[in-house]
């Protein structure tokens, strides 16, 4: 019993210790500029909205906010319908240059995207995608696709071959296997693989702001622009700051049940 | 499971070949093709083989901002790791608790970058900070933008808060996993604490930390937009990690053959590094 408690302890502290941060930028996002600057204190003395306000009237804001939510939803979309089937052939058929083909899928996972900055920005200029949310999302399939290969790979090899065959001699054909049959029984597999590509997405800002300028800048890019002559606007920065958490709670919390198992990718 | 052999597979693969083949082989084309040559302009472009591969590797900046990635991997594996498995241990075992638990422990990892750059910015100032306020309360003259040391720590800590929930929610994930039978045997056999660690859990996590430490080393080692917005990569340049040396070569100074060749060698070592992690993963998976 003391074993417990003094895990249940430990736990909350690191817990605590996490979230302080998160706090900090929380409680500044209440406060006026004066009260962040005047002096330290550990909540708003004076709460206003004011900083949200900014946001939610300003087009120029709140558009940040869209275009990321856009071309994150068009990876995740994009991610899943190539990773699928591409994750079931790897997981049942041995063929041609299958490892090899692994191997440099997930190299790509590993490149870092600075190596891809000055390419990226010349390929998707030359054909004319520039500055569109389409342009965000193929980029970011990048590192999201050989993720979700991976682990989606994971959770497939846990489903006995049996199914497939059962399947056939039902007189299923495969599309109707695959999407009748097979995918409700990885739906778990299918949750955490979106969950992992929207927030590789979401998070990444170096492709996303050197891939746009004006009508699909991410809410990242905008941000900076808290910095103006009159030195930074800290509190519309905080709010700003902790808008961009909200969705990534949203998106946890209707893949809670899944998460446990998710995370260890399908191989445990 | 055996594997069927079938060519025909190579269909469902299709897709995402071509669009990897797209979104990497095209742009790393163009990396080779600017790493072997010198370009003045438009149309006037010379072909001067390994030259900018002897010269980046000469260059000291760049062995220097190395060293510092690699001492900075390091670290973050050193401390992230066992810390993340600690924290795993302590994790309540299920129910709602358990949930909790998860969600508030998974809060940092879907803070964008730059957005965990400027909290650390604003958390560790000494003026309007807790943390920086706090530590300058305590006597210790802390400045994060002025010293070197400082700003290290500020780094390092803040990659520490940011990444170390992934390794303990990965850990977390391996250990629920263990048959509950394990555990009654292991009390039968009247097993210490730490028996039970080193002989039940730690062997049954070896598949989790595999892919928890190459999924840090590859991160750490690609660190840009977090350091960069909390320090720029000072005082001086003693937080100036490898990406952003790179990025400072090719958008900054526009130097493109040098860029591209910094950017091969430095793919290179991602994978070659990466290549061996991942062989160890096959075996792992092979040996169960």
């Not at chain 1, 790979?153 to 695959?178: H, L, T």
Request: hydrophobic share 55%.
């Amino acid at each position: 019993m003391r074993q417990t408690r003094s895990k249940n302890v430990g736990i909350t502290l690191f817990i605590l210790l996490l979230l302080t941060p998160v706090y900090w930028l929380l409680n500044m996002s209440f406060k006026t500029n004066q009260e962040i600057l005047g002096g330290l204190t550990l909540w708003p003395q004076t709460f206003t909205f004011d900083n949200y306000a900014v946001i939610f009237t300003d087009p120029s804001w709140y558009n940040g906010y869209l275009n990321s939510m856009l071309y994150v939803s068009i990876n995740v979309v994009i991610t899943l319908s190539v990773a699928l089937p591409a994750a079931y052939a790897f997981s049942r058929y041995k063929f041609l240059g299958d490892k090899h083909l692994f191997f440099w899928l997930l190299s790509n996972r590993m490149a870092p995207p600075a190596v891809f900055l000055l390419p990226f920005f010349q390929l998707y200029s030359s054909i004319g995608l520039f500055d569109t949310h389409i342009a965000v999302a193929l980029a970011h399939c990048l590192f999201n696709v050989p993720l979700a290969v991976w682990i989606l790979e994971g959770f497939m090899k846990g489903v006995p071959r049996e199914y497939d065959e059962m399947a056939y001699i039902d007189g299923y054909s495969f599309p109707r296997f695959f999407i009748k049959v097979f995918l409700p029984m990885i739906r778990s597999g299918i949750g955490v693989t979106a969950f992992f590509a929207f927030m590789f997405s979401w998070v990444e800002l170096l492709l996303a702001r050197t891939l746009t300028s004006v009508d699909a800048q991410p809410i990242g890019a905008i941000m900076t622009r808290t910095i103006g002559a009159s030195g930074i606007d800290w509190g519309v920065l905080a709010a700003a700051g902790v808008l961009t958490i909200v969705p990534g709670l949203l998106v946890i919390w209707f893949v809670r049940n899944h998460v446990a198992k998710g995370f260890a990718l399908g191989r445990v | 499971m055996d594997k069927i052999p079938d060519n025909r597979a190579w269909w469902l693969v299709l897709p995402v070949f071509l669009l990897v083949a797209f979104s990497a082989l095209i742009p790393l084309m163009t990396v080779v093709n600017y790493s072997v040559q010198d370009i003045f302009g438009p149309g006037q472009a010379y072909y001067v083989g390994a030259e900018w591969f002897k010269e980046v590797l000469a260059d000291e900046r760049l062995q220097d901002s190395l060293i510092r990635q690699f001492v900075f991997s390091g670290f973050v594996l050193l401390i992230q790791i066992p810390l993340g498995i600690g924290v795993a241990l302590m994790m309540p075992k299920s129910g709602i608790k358990g949930s909790l638990c998860l969600i508030l422990i998974a809060i940092p990892l879907l803070i964008p970058w730059n957005v965990v750059g400027t909290i650390w910015q604003i958390f560790a100032r000494g003026d309007i900070g807790l943390f920086g306020w706090g530590i300058n309360q305590l006597g210790i003259d802390y400045n994060y933008t002025g010293d070197t040391l400082d700003a290290w720590l500020t780094v390092l800590l803040m990659d520490v808060w940011h990444w170390t929930p992934l390794v303990a929610l990965l850990c977390y994930s391996g250990l629920r996993a263990i048959p509950e039978a394990f555990y009654q045997a292991a009390e039968i056999d009247r097993a210490s604490k730490w028996a039970v660690f080193r002989y039940i859990q730690l062997p049954r996590l070896k598949s989790v930390l595999i892919i928890a430490v190459l999924l840090r080393f590859m991160d750490s080692f690609m660190i840009y937009i977090e350091p960069f917005v909390l320090t720029g990569g000072g005082p001086g340049s003693s937080t100036t990690f490898l990406s952003q040396t790179l990025t400072t070569m090719a958008i900054g100074q526009f130097d493109l053959g040098r860029a591209a060749a910094f950017s091969l060698i430095y793919f290179l070592i991602v994978l070659l590094i990466s290549w061996l992690f991942f062989t160890a993963i096959t075996h792992a998976d092979k040996e169960k």
